[in-house]
């Protein structure tokens, strides 16, 4: 039985030790952080119980995947609603929009706008889906290990069909015209980090998903998926190690040889490393020439994606929700893009999201009172690092007021009674985000498919990698799918 040393109990670290160790390696997996999930973490206080990073389930089939895989019942592991109305949209000075996975109910919604934009919206949603179809099989689930893994014909023509010169935003304008329902397309991209008005238009895919696939909600939040993954990985045998901080992948002669704990060294005969990749090649690998191209200097000019300012508020009043997810669109969604990529400032009217598990799940918050999930798009830290106290206190108070003057959350600051944040530099301090970039490194087409960090490692034997600055790229299920493609360039090796 051969060892192998996974780096991060992220979702990326668990799903690979899981797949591991049910195939019958010998695996440990080391955790900086008491508790695993890397940024599928938890806040549990006072009662109250608030998912830290994802919430939105999205492709459920990737998630039982991994337990179907090793013979279990995914249902034992993942209790799963689906929600519908999957989510809410609001704009200043336009009424909301409801958006449903059931035919008859998103016809009426697009019908109540005007069919001419009915029919353009079911337009977008084919083309949409034929370019998915080539996407997943040509590009989502196979890893590059070699220049000949992408230039070949047959990746070349899938490539070609699937048109991704434009950018998000204006090819969803060929489509539709109500400024809404273009809005509801696009701002999907901000999920995975990048701009509607410079990510590739394949990512206009995840409203699609969304769409065809359904939203679900998992009982307990998101950080059941994370404990189901713990669960299972110790039922196989697994060794976790939390609270436990490598210090260095050692890498002789190309060759990655084990790990650096303090002052123990632990060799094993393969490595995963699921900790973000530039945070990786920075931290763990000191030195430069065993690192290929990725020196300081590249990883420094990589593009990174944007970050959040996330508000937990446990609230001592129930509230009239109307859906689980809501998006509330600022009045110039443009600027306030704008203001994220390219002039790196805090927007000044932001565009939010408002989550409330306690709308399905009420043991998440003490009886009567409701937790309240707000996610602010903010800059990563190259672009806008001061998070002092005082910026905190002063964007907080403007994220409250538009709570209070958009929302049915209108005497919210009268009944918190449990409160925290967190910022970019929380990400980059508590899970080792570089640059805080709460969804890696940027998905632009530079820094896609073929011209991503691969899984396998290109500059030493026995290394792979996984997570959301890997291939394919990020958001939950796809991360679960990078560590699907890290074991498989493993096993490939090993035999």
Known sequence: MKKVLIVGA???????????????????????????GGKMNQIKEEGFCFDVGPTI?????????????CQRNPADYLPMEKVDPMLHLYFSEEPPLSFSSDLTQLMHTLESISEEDAQGYLGFLSDIYKRYLIAKDAFITRSFRSFW???????????????????????IVKFVKDERLRKSLAFQTLYIGVSPYQGPSLYTM????ELFYGVYFIKGGMYTLAQALERLFKELGGKLYCNTIVDEILIENKQAIGLQIGKETVFGDAI???????????????????RGKYTDKKIKKMEYSCSCFLMYLGVDKKYDVQALHSIYFAKDFKRNVDQLFEEGTLPDD??????VPTLMDE??????NEAVYILVPVPELSKFSDWSSATIEKYRTQVLNKLKEETIFKDIDEHIVFEKQYTPKDFQTDFNAYNGATFGLKPTLKQSNYY????????ADHLYFCGSSTHPGAGVPIVMQSAKLAVEELLKDDQ
């Open 452 to 459: 991503r960090p691969h899984n396998k490692f290109a500059y």
């Open 350 to 355: 932001p565009s939010f999201y408002i989550y």
């Open 57 to 69: 389930v999205m492709m459920k089939d990737i998630y039982e995947e991994i337990f179907s895989f």
């Open 363 to 368: 043991s998440l918050a003490p009886s009567e």
């Open 272 to 290: 995963i490393c699921g900790a973000d990749f530039p945070y990786a090649m920075t931290a763990l690998i000191p030195n430069e020439n065993d």
């Open 206 to 209: 995840i409203p699609m998903i």
């Open 149 to 171: 893994d992408f230039y070949n014909p047959s990746s070349l023509m899938a490539g070609l069909k699937l048109r991704t010169f434009n950018d998000a935003y204006s090819s």
């Open 10 to 36: 992220g979702v990326a670290g668990l799903t690979a030790a899981v797949r591991l160790q049910y195939l019958g390696y010998d695996v440990t997996l080391y955790e900086k952080n008491n508790q695993v």
